[in-house]
């Protein structure tokens, strides 16, 4: 975690608005989405990355909804290139993506980062139906 922690300012920053990046990103988004979806350069998606043993002290909120020990992790990347912009980690695995998104940069600093007319992607998993179930595919994709 340290050697990461060491190179976090080199590797990990939100692009200058008029960057070589950002013109990328855009040009990326315009090619391969609706017109409704192109004022945005950035993804969000929350995960979770495994423990080996449940911790110690308060080891039950670690414990995620795939059943296993956990911290969440979330990631905000420019989708041309995955380049990372920003990250939060450190949330214990029950905690829900949207409580922990709150802890990014993009988050706390949307009004300084993004233009007014700018908005981000988010992943959100399929709810079950108040009268169904959901679709294999769809158990799958919120499984993984």
Known sequence: MAALLDQ??????????????TEKAHEWVEEKTC???????????????????????????FFNRKSTYSLNCQLVI?????????????????????YAFQSTQLYQEHTDLLDDDHWTWCVPPFKKPWNGALLHNQQTFNYH
Do not use: R
């Not at 976090?8 to 990046?21: E, G, M, T, V, Y």
């Not at 017109?35 to 909120?61: M, R």
């Not at 420019?78 to 990372?84: A, E, F, K, Q, S």
């Open 78 to 98: 420019m989708p041309h290139n995955l380049l990372i912009a920003n990250y939060s980690v450190g949330h214990t695995g029950s905690t829900h993506d949207v």
């Open 8 to 21: 976090h300012n080199k590797f990990i920053c939100f692009p200058i608005a008029d960057s070589d990046d």
């Open 35 to 61: 017109l409704e979806w192109q004022n945005d350069i950035f993804a969000i998606d929350g995960s979770t990355a495994n423990l080996i043993n449940k911790s110690g002290l308060h080891g039950k909120v």
